[in-house]
């Protein structure tokens, strides 16, 4: 695995894992055009706030790891959470974009985005996978040769520029479930 890609093993609990899919199987779910059912979540929430400390304790380790991003050398940024993230399910054979693409890898995406109104930029993303998935249905980072193994409960934390581009690998015949989000710069 590429030392850029952090994976913590059951960062979350089964019992949480479940909690969260229920939470999203009996909202109202939004019908995505890339081909996926999501729901947005944010840490102020108090039925999702307990993740904030799971992510929190994961980047943690993940900056002993790449210790630049403690960004001691400039105090004019920092890296903070987004408080805002996805909970996405994607029935059988779906993958993102499956809606607008033929093969999964035509969909291959970077997470760097935009910048926000008050200067932040993407610099992790993150995904937390709610469910096993037991043929297929990772995220394949082809510039690594990596691809995920869907577990529930295993978090992964990856940088979210152009050489950590990715696409989500179809679980043919299991629904999967995953959250997703970042962490930004911000200027202090």
Same mark, same amino acid.
């Given at each position: 695995m590429d030392k850029?890609?952090?994976k913590k093993r059951q960062?979350?609990?089964?019992?949480?894992?479940?909690?969260?899919i229920h939470l999203l199987d009996k909202s109202e779910v939004i019908k995505n055009p890339r081909g996926y059912d999501y729901v947005n979540g944010s840490f102020r929430s108090?039925?999702?706030?307990?993740l904030k400390s799971i992510l929190l304790n994961g980047v943690s380790e993940y900056i002993k790891k790449h210790p630049y991003l403690e960004f001691k050398y400039n105090p004019y940024v920092k890296m903070m959470i987004d408080n805002h993230f996805m909970i996405k399910k994607f029935l059988p054979g779906e993958f993102y974009g499956c809606t607008g693409t033929s093969?999964?890898?035509e969909a291959e995406h970077m997470e760097e985005g935009p910048f926000g109104s008050e200067g932040e930029k993407r610099i992790l993303a993150? @995904? @937390?996978?709610?469910?096993d998935i037991k043929n297929k249905g990772g995220t394949c980072f082809p510039q690594q040769n990596f691809t995920t193994k869907p577990r529930a409960g295993d978090l992964y934390i990856w940088p979210a520029g152009w050489t950590h581009s990715h696409?989500?690998?179809?679980?043919p015949k299991e629904k999967k479930y995953f959250i997703s989000g970042w962490f930004y710069l911000v200027k202090c």
């Open positions: 850029y890609i952090f960062s979350l609990s089964n019992n949480d894992c479940k909690h969260v108090i039925e999702y706030n307990f093969e999964p890898s993150w @995904i @937390i996978y709610l469910n696409y989500g690998i179809p679980a």
